[in-house]
């Protein structure tokens, strides 16, 4: 157990221990005594699902291919939280079908799939997916028909070859475009050469600028994995017309806001709502003129909630006055 938030049952190193031995009560105890507490098995079989709110199954397979979980999670009464496959051994491909129909589940997070289903993930019923395809799979796809139901997405594009997916990339956020329901997109990018030095395209920046445009109600953009040092200048530009941006994540070297932050102050100061910031949540900031800026912007955004009522609306007629036993 890592803390009173999470448990971690992991049978690595517990090699041939039969965890059924414990019992349904057992585990049935554990979820009712803490009901929001996060649960990862490891290396684990998994043949029921009823009770916990957080499930992260990593490299566990299943008995029954998935049989019993899927039954398990279909006839809940409430839905899980955050269900999150990682890892092989998801469940076979008509029971990910019956899964993604449920609409038991708020959060969902998949591997990469193959075969017929690559695709499906997309449609599933849930708040937020996170998921990873090829680029491969999305230029095999039929893209521009995809009708993706989350507004919260998280997605990771996959490269095996040496160049980067401009194709897929385009072809995917295209259809993002023509979507425009999100609230809050997550782009990512991972290589099979880890160590290959990745260039942005400039083609790709533009497209992503647009995808935020077409999407009025974004709140958060997250391009965090890859270094937008030479188009930050871009990036900056050409969101700050996007007046409901709450937060901007992407990866830079601090040098690449100009001198004394200058891109960045014209940023926040054009638009008031963004808070920008890296992969760990740290904020870009020059620890003095920055800072007070974001401290105005706060003040901006709690003035402008304020409401003025118009005088007009405050004079009130003295026969009501009277009538109501007010003189």
């Given at each position: 157990m890592s803390d009173s938030s999470s448990v971690v049952i992991d049978n690595t190193h517990f090699y041939g221990y039969d965890f059924r031995h414990a019992g349904v009560s057992c585990f049935r105890h554990m979820f009712e005594t803490c009901p929001s507490r996060a649960v990862y098995f490891r290396n684990m079989t998994v043949v029921l699902a009823t009770r916990a709110r957080q499930l992260n199954l990593s490299d566990c397979s299943f008995e029954d291919v998935g049989n019993s979980f899927i039954n398990a999670l279909a006839g809940r009464t409430s839905s899980v939280e955050l269900l999150t496959f990682e890892g092989e051994n998801a469940p076979e491909e008509e029971n990910v079908r019956l899964l993604l129909r449920s609409g038991n589940v708020q959060k969902l997070t998949l591997p990469q799939l193959d075969g017929d289903i690559v695709m499906l993930p997309f449609s599933a019923k849930v708040d937020?997916?996170?998921?990873?395809?090829?680029?491969?799979?999305?230029?095999?796809?039929?893209?521009?028909?995809?009708?993706?139901?989350?507004?919260?997405?998280?997605?990771?594009?996959?490269?095996?070859?040496?160049?980067?997916?401009?194709?897929?990339?385009?072809?995917?956020?295209?259809?993002?475009?023509?979507?425009?329901?999100?609230?809050?997109?997550?782009?990512?990018?991972?290589?099979?050469?880890?160590?290959?030095?990745?260039?942005?395209?400039?083609?790709?920046?533009?497209?992503?600028?647009?995808?935020?445009?077409?999407?009025p109600k974004l709140q958060v953009l997250d391009l965090t994995l890859l270094n937008w040092k030479q188009h930050a200048e871009t990036l900056l530009q050409g969101l700050e017309v996007h007046k409901g941006l709450r937060i901007l994540k992407f990866n830079v070297d601090e040098d690449a806001f100009g001198s004394n932050y200058a891109l960045l102050r014209q940023f926040l100061s054009d638009n008031r709502n963004v808070t920008v910031m890296n992969e760990d949540d740290e904020i870009y900031t020059d620890e003095a003129d920055i800072n007070q800026l974001y401290s105005l912007n706060r003040i901006y955004l709690g003035s402008a909630d304020l409401v003025v009522i118009p005088l007009r609306e405050i004079i009130v007629d003295s026969d009501r006055l009277e009538k109501n036993g007010f003189k």
């Open positions: 937020c997916l996170d998921y990873e395809i090829r680029s491969s799979s999305i230029l095999d796809g039929d893209v521009q028909s995809l009708n993706i139901v989350a507004n919260k997405l998280a997605f990771t594009i996959f490269e095996e070859g040496d160049a980067f997916p401009v194709e897929a990339t385009l072809a995917f956020l295209r259809r993002l475009v023509t979507l425009g329901h999100f609230i809050e997109l997550k782009v990512r990018f991972t290589f099979d050469d880890d160590e290959m030095e990745v260039e942005i395209p400039d083609c790709m920046v533009q497209e992503v600028i647009c995808t935020a445009i077409a999407n």
